[in-house]
């Protein structure tokens, strides 16, 4: 409903019955588009092991680190 998204954003631990990867694979399924930016503090993923497009941040992160991270994903220069 809303195709000026681009980028999900989410942290693995989130509250609910979802975690964040399978946010993004919900998210992959039905907008293949969608860039994927995933972060944990407790462990780390391969970029493999992350839906089509998937990009992992470990944690912890600064600011800068997040912008540029995003920055790489939407090709921004």
């Known amino acids: 409903a809303h195709p ?9 631990n989130m509250p609910g019955p979802m975690d964040g990867l399978e946010l993004a694979a919900e998210v992959h399924r039905r907008r293949p588009t969608i860039l994927i930016l995933i972060t944990f503090g407790r462990q780390c993923f391969a970029n493999e092991a992350l839906p089509d497009h998937g990009t992992f941040l470990p944690k912890p992160y600064s600011a800068a680190e997040l912008i540029a991270a995003i920055k790489v994903k939407l090709d921004w220069h």
């Open 4 to 12: 000026e998204i681009e980028l999900l954003f989410s942290d693995v």
